[in-house]
């Protein structure tokens, strides 16, 4: 195995000072980086979707039925959060928040807001609960209302109905439009690299400026980014297979 | 808010410089988008093949990435192509170039979907009926095809540009001095970064709003001959 494995390494080797324009066996000795800021990368994706999901629930439905005093302030949140760059979002908490003595006086300041980690967290929740607050509201309004009606003969309140009716049908609804929203997300994320974090594209961006390259960091990003989006569109193909199975189109009979 | 209003000079030449890559690469985005549509639709299976990688090459890769890779490795290969060749002088990609062609290309993609989604929309047999008139393609195009595509397109088009317009904040990452860069440069040097990047997002509003009269406009007009309930 380690015979063949320098076999690979010195054929590599020979490629990048031969033949290639690109020298691969640099990135090959740095793979290791591209896979930590990978981990950071699908961290604080999956993360900032988690959060940001867990607050877009109450708010969608807050909204969908036009809550009295909270359908405005919802409705101005999403608004400000979807009409605006995330680079400037990122920078506003980033770069900003340290402009007011009362900020940096508090107890959040050591440990949470002076974080490019925590900064980058906060942004990318409120920024994806934002959107999916939207498209999950569209997703409820849309509840057939014979799914309602048929609640209501059942006796359920308005909160079991919630919980068993509207919401499940409404996340099966809202699925294709989660997925673009996951892949939105992972794209977005390479904001991290611009407030010092070492995502797959900070590693990227590292090597070129440490070797002086032109391509071979953003290449590898590149890859690295393609093979997520690879593993998350098949993983919501999957999902809406099982979930969504019932409003396919039923295959026709052969003729 | 005084220090802000100080600087509004410099706001406004980034407001600018940003608007300018905007058009430009919705332009440029405009063209891939009815190649790509023009090329999926087509019944050459190359021609398919290639589009198809285009979309789905740009659905895995983020912006930013591509903008990096042309911004740093373009001039390069640009210029190592002109001197092997013969074919043109020196290069310089520059940062406004390299955005433009690169939110273009991105943007692209989006927009082939869109409008092959919006010609499909059309009922083949109107084109035919074009067909048996005796128009000439270009004539089906501009009178039959056309019309009804911008109608149908529309609201994803309104999408992609709402995107877009947001997708330029990135470009002052490679320096370009836009909107973004003079408003954290300004602000860096009167130590009021916050006021400034929240003049920013004020300004970004204003134009997504600004373009959505402008769009509702044209919503209105192509829509002129349609039955809405």
Redesign the interface.
């Known amino acids: 195995m380690a015979e063949q494995e320098r076999t690979f390494f010195e054929y590599l080797a020979y490629i990048s000072e031969n033949h290639s324009p690109l020298d691969f066996m640099l990135v090959a000795d740095h793979i290791d980086k591209f896979f930590y800021g990978a981990l950071l990368t699908i961290e604080i994706t999956v993360l900032a979707l988690l959060i940001g999901g867990a607050m877009a629930i109450p708010l969608a439905v807050a909204r969908a039925y036009r809550h009295p005093w909270l359908n405005g302030p919802i409705f101005g949140f999403t608004y400000f959060f979807r009409g605006t760059p995330l680079l400037v979002q990122t920078y506003l908490v980033y770069y900003g928040l340290a402009q007011f003595d009362f900020v940096r006086e508090s107890f959040l300041w050591g440990p949470i807001l002076s974080n490019a980690w925590w900064c980058a967290l906060i942004t990318f929740s409120l920024n994806t609960a934002g959107y999916t607050t939207e498209f999950l509201r569209g997703a409820i309004e849309n509840t057939p209302k014979g799914e309602i009606e048929a609640a209501q003969a059942c006796g359920m309140s308005p909160r079991r109905m919630m919980w068993r009716v509207v919401l499940p049908s409404a996340f099966r609804r809202a699925l294709p439009a989660y997925s673009n929203e996951v892949i939105f997300m992972l794209h977005s994320s390479v904001v991290l690299s611009t407030i010092t974090l070492q995502d797959i594209l900070g590693v990227g961006r590292w090597l070129n400026g440490r070797y002086y390259l032109a391509y071979e960091g953003f290449i590898t990003a590149m890859i690295f980014y393609m093979i997520l989006v690879f593993f998350i569109s098949k993983g919501f193909r999957f999902w809406e297979k099982r979930w969504l199975g019932h409003l396919r189109p039923r295959d026709t009979a052969n003729t | 808010m005084d220090s802000v209003w100080e600087y509004r000079g410099l706001l406004l030449q980034g407001t600018i410089v940003t608007v300018q890559l905007a058009l430009a690469s919705l332009a440029l985005s405009v063209l891939l988008g009815l190649i790509g549509a023009s090329a999926k639709l087509a019944t050459n299976t190359t021609s398919r093949g290639v589009a198809n990688a285009y979309t789905t ?1 740009v ?8 903008m ?2 042309l911004f ?2 373009g ?2 290969i640009v210029n190592d192509l002109g001197s092997a060749t013969g074919l043109w002088d020196y290069v310089e990609i520059n940062q406004f170039i390299a955005g433009v062609w690169s939110i273009g290309f991105v943007f692209g993609a989006y927009m082939t979907e869109t409008f092959r989604g919006a010609i499909l929309a059309i009922p083949r047999g109107q084109i035919e009926a074009g067909i048996s008139c005796g128009m000439a393609p270009l004539l089906i195009f501009r009178r039959i095809t056309w019309p009804q595509m911008v109608r149908h397109a529309l609201p994803s088009f309104t999408n992609n540009w ?1 995107v877009l317009i ?5 470009v ?2 490679i320096g370009l001095h836009d909107l ?1 860069w003079n408003a ?1 440069t300004a ?1 860096r040097s009167v ?5 400034f ?2 003049a ?2 004020i300004i ?2 204003i134009l ?2 600004c373009s959505d009269v402008g769009l509702r406009w044209l919503d209105r007009r192509y829509n002129v001959g349609v039955d809405r309930a």
Do not use: C, H, N
Request: hydrophobic letters at 50%; glycine letters at 8%; charged letters at 15%.
């Open positions: 090459l659905r895995g890769v983020p912006d930013l990435v591509l990096m890779l740093y490795g001039q390069q709402l947001k997708a330029t904040a990135l002052s990452v973004v954290s602000g130590r009021e970064p916050f006021t990047m929240f920013v997002l970004y509003l997504t709003a």
